[in-house]
């Protein structure tokens, strides 16, 4: 059982900018396809952003496009989320996700196989 361990989450004004690493417990010669979702208050769990196993295909959801990046370094299999004017709509509970089979990046929520805690992020305005 491979557990995701998140960090980088918390509070930051609007404009401002925050970095969120997920990192595998093992490290292991598995490549996995890491993904964020993230939870606001009393609404579903949504797609962020998401990476192949390679690093090489990178998916971001159209509203953050243009502010977000997903990275990711396969030697420590940990996976990064830069995210640039943040705004307070950007505000919620932020979960990594992995697949050690998914060969995609993929914005399904349901082809990941293992979850992290999740980090909150608040973003004032």
């Known amino acids: 059982q491979v557990q995701l361990v998140e960090s980088g989450g918390g509070l930051v004004q609007a404009g401002g900018s925050l970095r969120l690493s997920c990192a595998a417990s093992?490290?292991?010669?598995?490549?996995?396809?890491m993904g964020w979702f993230r939870q606001a208050p009393g609404k579903e769990r949504v797609f962020v952003a998401a990476?192949?196993?390679?690093?090489?295909?990178?998916y971001v959801a159209e509203p953050m496009r243009d502010r977000f990046t997903i990275s990711k370094d396969n030697v420590e299999n940990t996976v990064h989320l830069q995210m640039n004017s943040l705004k307070p709509e950007d505000t919620a509970v932020y979960y990594c996700?992995?697949?050690?089979?998914?060969?995609?990046?993929?914005?399904?929520?349901?082809?990941?196989?293992?979850w992290g805690q999740g980090t909150q992020v608040t973003v004032s305005s």
């Open positions: 990476i192949s196993w390679s690093g090489r295909n990178t």
């Open positions: 093992e490290r292991t010669r598995v490549k996995y396809a």
């Open positions: 996700a992995a697949s050690p089979t998914l060969n995609s990046a993929s914005y399904v929520l349901g082809n990941y196989d293992y």
